[in-house]
């Protein structure tokens, strides 16, 4: 037994879906926590197309993915919720007096059901690639950049062609001292305008290049790059903060161990979105049924037949079908 509070609801995934299973849970009178492993909720539509317009969400005729999930975090927050960022679950466990024993890669979390939105599996940051990475990963190489301010007065060499690596290069020139963007084309990725202004920046864009050694004990001192043509290399004395931001890879990784029927990477649900361990429920990408597809907007209905069925669980006097939002919500004007 545990101290610890006991949640109604855990939801493994903080995407699109898991946000809005987040909300049905507060709208079913339920305790609920997210667990993310991204330092940031949105899943797909953040860590991967946050400025594409989606076309395809009922009710908006179109929208923008980031847009999308900041309504989602508003709406999400009506209600008290718990949400841990940048942790990974890692293993699941059923006591023997039912209560799930959630482990990440942080702690220990403790919960009456679990609901699995876990999408593709846990993202995590793409790495350069080369050796001794993993030295520094506790020193000065960065995948996210939570606080400008650690990189006041400092020379930072950034990596990436994409909109997030020239955006952060760009948020980084007025603060550091110097600012290198090393990027491995000729051509960036990101937007016309952030370009135009990178160009006009004092940022120094190093391209066509790759990371080929980092050199340091401690901390990263020194870092050699390769030219992505000719092969010729060139030395950048003096680096104080390395920052990385190759995008994302994704991996069901451990969610392949916790004794789910797994087929073709998806967790096996029945229509009340049940997995085959009693009191844990999957929604979105994540689950497969017979004629499943994997939208965004399959996946909103997932989720309130997940949290309604989890709900029962919890409370069996209490029932699947929910009141409609329209009674539950009167006196929630913020909704609005
Ligand atoms: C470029 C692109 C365009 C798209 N366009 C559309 C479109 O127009 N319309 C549409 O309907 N769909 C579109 N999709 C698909 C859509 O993004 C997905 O269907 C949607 O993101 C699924 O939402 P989800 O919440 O199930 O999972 P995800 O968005 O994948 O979120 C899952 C989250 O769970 C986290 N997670 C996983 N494992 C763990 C773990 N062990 N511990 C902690 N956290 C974990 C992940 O880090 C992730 O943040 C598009 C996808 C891409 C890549």
Same mark, same amino acid.
């Given at each position: ?63 923008? !993915?980031?847009? &999308? ?14 949400? @841990? ?15 799930? +024993? ?12 679990? &609901?699995?939105? =876990? #999408?593709?599996? !846990? ?15 506790? !020193? ?26 020239? %955006? ?17 084309? %000729? ?7 952030? +370009? ?50 190759? #995008? ?33 429920? =999957?929604?979105? %990408?994540? @689950?497969?049924?017979? #004629?499943? *597809?994997?939208?965004? =907007?399959?996946?909103?209905?997932? =989720?309130?037949? !997940? *949290? ?6 919890? %409370? ?21």
């Amino acid at each position: 037994m545990t101290n610890l509070p006991i949640i109604d609801v855990t939801i493994i995934g903080g995407g699109p879906v898991g946000m809005f299973s987040a909300f049905y849970g507060g709208m079913r009178k339920m305790s609920v926590k997210i667990i993310e492993s991204l330092p940031q909720l949105g899943g797909q539509l953040s860590a991967l197309y946050p400025e594409k317009y989606i076309y395809d969400i009922a009710g908006f005729p179109e929208v923008k !993915a980031q847009q &999308l999930i900041d309504n989602l975090e508003k709406q999400m927050k009506v209600f008290p919720v718990e949400v @841990c960022l940048e942790e990974s679950v890692e293993k699941i466990e059923k006591n023997a007096d039912g209560i799930f +024993v959630i482990t990440t890669n942080k702690k220990t979390h403790y919960s009456k059901t679990i &609901l699995i939105t =876990a #999408g593709n599996g !846990a993202f995590n940051p793409r790495p350069l690639g080369i050796e001794r990475e993993d030295d520094f990963k506790n !020193a000065n190489l960065h995948y996210f950049v939570n606080d400008l301010e650690k990189f006041r007065g400092k020379n930072v060499m950034v990596f990436g062609g994409g909109d997030s690596a020239v %955006d952060w290069a760009l948020m980084l020139e007025p603060v550091a001292s110097k600012v290198m963007l090393v990027h491995r084309r %000729d051509k960036f990725r990101a937007h016309e305008h952030s +370009v135009e202004k990178l160009m006009a920046s004092s940022v120094e864009v190093l391209t066509p290049y790759n990371p080929h050694m980092l050199i340091g004990t401690e901390k990263i001192d020194q870092v050699i790059l390769k030219h992505a043509k000719d092969e010729s290399q060139t030395l950048l004395k003096d680096v104080d903060e390395v920052i990385v931001n190759y #995008g994302f890879v994704s991996t069901l990784g451990p969610i392949k161990n916790w004794g789910l029927q797994i087929e073709k990477n998806s967790i096996v649900v029945n229509s009340r979105m049940e997995t085959n361990i009693e009191g844990i429920y =999957a929604a979105g %990408d994540i @689950c497969t049924y017979e #004629g499943k *597809i994997k939208l965004i =907007a399959s996946g909103f209905g997932e =989720a309130p037949v !997940a *949290i309604s069925n989890a709900k029962v669980y919890v %409370d069996p006097s209490s029932k699947v079908q929910p009141l409609h939002s329209t009674s539950i919500m009167e006196n929630k004007k913020q909704l609005v």
